[in-house]
């Protein structure tokens, strides 16, 4: 489960692909609007009024339709495909919404009773290791109607999966109160018969943005996005000619840059030329003219990249010592022409140089996350892995992300060793690795709550270990392997090009390139939300 990614991904999760997902990973619990902490029946005697204590803003929930209508500001985007579970806990005597945890529906329906068993032990579990475990439960199945298929027919369709999932609750005590499926527009409850609430034919989802819970989100600043598959399509490679130009650029570079980097002397002047052009290109992109509009945003900042930039880039960031130094522009006025950056270089590691994505795609990754951008960081790190799976930084960031660690500690260090490297006057290869060190050593330190804002919890080391983890082989010095070594190919024929080599990767699969397009096959990506308090005031 991960990112609230979506499959994020977003299945929530960590984003590791996978064809049924493996070992939800639960969001930590989020204020919201509150539900009842006893036990209740289900069907019409669940919707008790939910309220929160306190001074804190108050959103009181009453029917499906209104759950219905949570769902998108619980998770901070439109979910599709999706198994949705939203732990309730108490608090003071009230109900609260808690821990959420996303999965892909599996593409078949004999996947369904693991992807349920998974989600909810995942939820249930995680919530458990937070210290709060849930009481109650609302599950959600949102999948848009096929080619010749009503909204109606999905809610009959997926009533095996909504039932076990309610089974799957109820083995470990913590009923359903509430199971919705939505869709073509519509919402059906699975937990209430009565025509005069919940009539066969579905209920009418409100507009976006005309509810009493979507004034109050928009009153505490809270923002939802489009679907994950809107966030993924600005981080997918480009298609036609330009792909085609592109990976002739990349070519070119290829030849004279593979061989400079295996050389050590080369290897330094790579990394210079590789960083001082990209900062020539964080500050075109910081000067160009705003337009209006997410494609818009892209589009321009395409057309201000060249190719052949683009292509030695890309090559140079899959050294290790410079991807740690890009790493530094995290923060500050440094941190959005970078994510731009690296977004737009995500975008050019077209036809052979996918699993080249691996290092933008991180770097857009770890920028979204020290800024604040979960959701972002988590999809972008699940791409990045979908990429290469054995890309050691990306993996311990979409680890340290989806436990809810705080960055900080990864930005001391990076900002230690810029100041380093700054009073030195200048950087050598021997830095290699610092990025991944840092995000490998939170799981040593004490697990202390870190405060971040206000209601919201992060522990500061991280779970995973830092064995086992093959890393793969780049331009750490390391002699090319030939057994790696294979010319590339061109539709309908050979062509020339660099060799391949232990720095540059061996060409995709067509199982590895379609995991780039989403991280888990078969739409099973577990997600989970994000750490308690990311959606304040509701």
Known sequence: MTNHSETTGSSENGDIPSPVPSSPVPSSPVPSSPVPSSPVPV?????????????????????????????????????EDSIVLVALRDRNGRGRFGGRARLGIPAHADDWPGAAGQLARGLVTGSERRGV???????????????????????????????????????????????????????????????????????????????????????????????????????LPREGAVAAEQEVALDAAAMTLVSRILDDTGRSEVAGETLDLAQRLMRRLAQARPVSGLPAEDLRDDQLLGNDEAAALILGLQDRTTRDRAAQWMEGDEALPALR??????????????????????????????????????E?????????????????????????????????CLRAERENREDTGGGTPDGDGKAEEAARRQRTEPSTIVPSSPGRRRRTRSVLPSEGVRRRARTQGREPDANRTRPRT??????????????TPPRASAKQSSGRRDACPGGTRKEESGPEGSVEGL
Request: with cysteine; proline share 8%.
């Open 43 to 79: 069907g019409r005697a669940a919707r008790t009024p939910y309220g929160s204590p306190g001074d804190e803003p108050q959103v009181t929930l009453r029917t499906p339709a209104e759950l219905a209508d949570a769902l998108p500001y619980l998770l901070g985007y439109r979910p």
């Open 133 to 235: 475990r849930p009481e109650q439960m609302v599950a959600y199945l949102c999948q848009e109607p096929g080619r010749g298929e009503t909204g109606r027919q999905v809610m009959e369709r997926l009533r095996p999966l909504a039932q076990r999932l309610r089974v799957e609750c109820g083995r470990l005590d913590v009923p359903v109160v509430e199971a919705l499926c939505i869709s073509a527009g519509r919402f059906w409850s699975y937990c209430c018969d009565d025509e005069a609430c919940c009539p066969s034919e579905g209920v009418p989802m409100g507009l976006p943005g005309t509810s009493v819970l979507a004034a109050a989100a928009t009153y505490a600043g809270i923002q939802v996005r489009g679907s994950l598959s809107d966030l993924r399509a600005r981080l």
């Open 341 to 378: 950056l690296w977004r737009a270089l995500a975008r050019r590691c077209v036809g052979s140089y996918g699993e080249h994505a691996a290092a933008p795609l991180t770097l857009a990754g770890w920028v979204a996350w020290s800024t604040g951008d979960e959701l972002e960081a988590r």
């Open 380 to 412: 972008a790190l699940a791409m990045a892995l979908g990429a290469d799976p054995d890309y050691l930084f990306a993996r311990l960031l979409h680890q340290a992300c989806n436990e809810g660690l705080d960055p900080e500690s990864v930005r001391r």
């Open 490 to 503: 061109q539709a309908g024929g050979e062509r020339p090009g660099a060799p391949r080599t232990g720095f």
